[in-house]
Structures are given as structure tokens and as C-alpha cells.
Nanobody, 125 residues
């Protein structure tokens, strides 16, 4: 069955780095865009970054709030998508989720059909 499993979250000081992983199984990752979203307490889920399918050349998108600090990448051979997060700020604190969408990216969560359970990222001194 289709599964997405996030890992790599944790507690980090401001200015620190983390690498989140989204391990996919039960489907061919090549054909799907993978989006990273986050949800902080009391806030709506928001898009962070997305990487399109191989047929869409793996194009990437980033929220303005993370541009220049986060990098998304994919390793189809390992069925894994990564989110490299640098210069983390307290406002990056949230549960981070990955989700899949056929082919190309969208900022609308309704277009993603499978989601992982999330991984907590806490940025605090």
C-alpha cells in the first residue's frame, strides 16, 4: 500500500540545520510530485516546498519564508525526498508533513492524495 514516512525532525537551536526525509513506498516515486507542508499550533497547514515528478524535470518551488534557507531534493533510486533546512528560525517550529500529487506541484493541499504522519521540528534556544 502507499506509504509516506517522514523522519529527521527534532529540537535545534536558532541558526541550526536539519534534514528531513520522506520515504515513499507502494508506488513509483518518479511519477509523482512530493510536497512538504507544515502546521504550527493554532495555524493552518501551509506549503513549504515541492518538487515535481521526473517527467516535469524535478522543478522546485519554495514558500517565500524559506527561500534561500531550505532545499528540496529527491533520490528516486532510494524512493526518498529530502528537505534540507538551514538557518532555522523559531517561526519554523511546526509539524512537517510530506504528501504526494501526480506529476506536478500545487500549493493546494486538496490536490494531494496521500500524506505522511508528520515529524516535529522545534527551533528554540
Amino acid at each position: 500500500q502507499v506509504q509516506l514516512v517522514e523522519s529527521g525532525g527534532g529540537l535545534v537551536q536558532p541558526g541550526g540545520s536539519l534534514r528531513l526525509s520522506c520515504a515513499a513506498s507502494g508506488f513509483t516515486l518518479d511519477y509523482y510530485a512530493i510536497g512538504w507542508f507544515r502546521q504550527a499550533p493554532g495555524k493552518e497547514r501551509e506549503g513549504v516546498s515541492c518538487i515535481s515528478s521526473s517527467s516535469r524535470h524535478g522543478s522546485t518551488d519554495y514558500a517565500d519564508s524559506v527561500k534561500g534557507r531550505f532545499t528540496i531534493s529527491r533520490d528516486n533510486a532510494k524512493n526518498t525526498v529530502y528537505l534540507h533546512m538551514n538557518n532555522l528560525k523559531p517561526e519554523d517550529t511546526a509539524v512537517y508533513y510530506c504528501a504526494r500529487r501526480l506529476s506536478y506541484c500545487s500549493g493546494d493541499t486538496n490536490y494531494y492524495d496521500y500524506w505522511g504522519q508528520g515529524t516535529q521540528v522545534t527551533v528554540s534556544s
